[in-house]
């Protein structure tokens, strides 16, 4: 069964510190695709990255940096230098390729971390 | 860039009516659809996917016949909360990929507040 867990349920910091939201996730497929999701009051999902299982660099996007570690199962997700504006609920999500639709990914989300930058 | 728009963004009904929710992708073909729910402070669980031209597939313990969803085009899927009571307050979200487009974004559109008074 697929399952993700975001043990943080809420995080909050003092402007400028780095955060690092962690996400671990359980799959049987050998083929998966990792996301993260922004979502701020308004509700909207803001996508943030995708992540297929056999790509295992970490990635960098600005104060953004992901570190995908197969040997732990774990997505985690740091931002650099945080900013009010970064405050917002964040979703951990994996997807199966066996459920693939059509081309349509059909998501399992975390619980969500809600992170708070206090100015 | 593809944009998959809700209708309504808010809505108010009262306990026992019915309201339709839809989902439109804008610029783009999905032949494919979900539908995910999100209670107050929870995660997002997925309750049905919309399949065009064709009944749609339920998660377990998702209620086909108090939520109907049809999705009658290529761009277009509804959702309908028949007989709504207050526990079925809740944000809906919806979510497509553009089937013939290359790129690995699942677009989801803007989201849906129900209030069931």
């Known amino acids: 069964a697929q399952k993700v867990t975001q043990a943080q349920t809420e995080i909050s910091v003092v402007e400028k510190e780095d955060v690092t939201l962690d996400c671990v996730y359980e799959?049987?497929?050998?083929?998966?695709?990792l996301f993260w999701y922004k979502q701020p009051p308004s509700g909207e999902l803001v996508f943030l990255i995708r992540?297929?299982?056999?790509?295992?660099q970490n990635e960098i996007s600005g104060r953004y940096s992901w570190n995908f570690q197969k040997s732990t199962s774990s997505f985690n997700f740091t931002i650099t230098a945080s900013q009010v504006v970064d405050s917002a609920v964040y979703f951990c999500?994996?997807?199966?390729?066996?459920?693939?639709?059509?081309?349509?990914?059909?998501?399992?989300f975390g619980q969500g971390t809600r992170l708070t930058i206090n100015p | 860039g593809a944009v998959v728009s809700q209708h309504p963004s808010w809505v108010i009904c009262k306990s026992g009516t019915s309201v339709k929710i839809e989902c439109r992708s804008l610029?783009?073909?999905?032949?494919?659809m979900f539908w995910y729910r999100q209670f107050p402070k929870q995660s997002l669980m997925l309750m049905a996917t919309s399949n065009e031209g064709s009944k749609a597939t339920y998660e377990q313990g998702v209620e086909k016949d108090k939520f109907l969803i049809n999705h009658a085009s290529l761009t277009l899927s509804t959702l309908t909360v028949t007989s709504a009571h207050p526990e079925d307050s809740s944000f809906y979200i919806c979510s497509a990929r553009p089937t013939v487009l290359s790129g690995n974004t699942i677009y989801f559109g803007e989201g849906s507040w129900l209030t069931v008074v």
């Open positions: 999500a994996l997807s199966e390729a066996s459920k693939i639709i059509q081309g349509a990914q059909k998501l399992v």
């Open positions: 799959t049987r497929d050998t083929t998966y695709y």
């Open positions: 992540r297929n299982s056999f790509d295992e």
């Open positions: 610029d783009f073909q999905a032949t494919t």
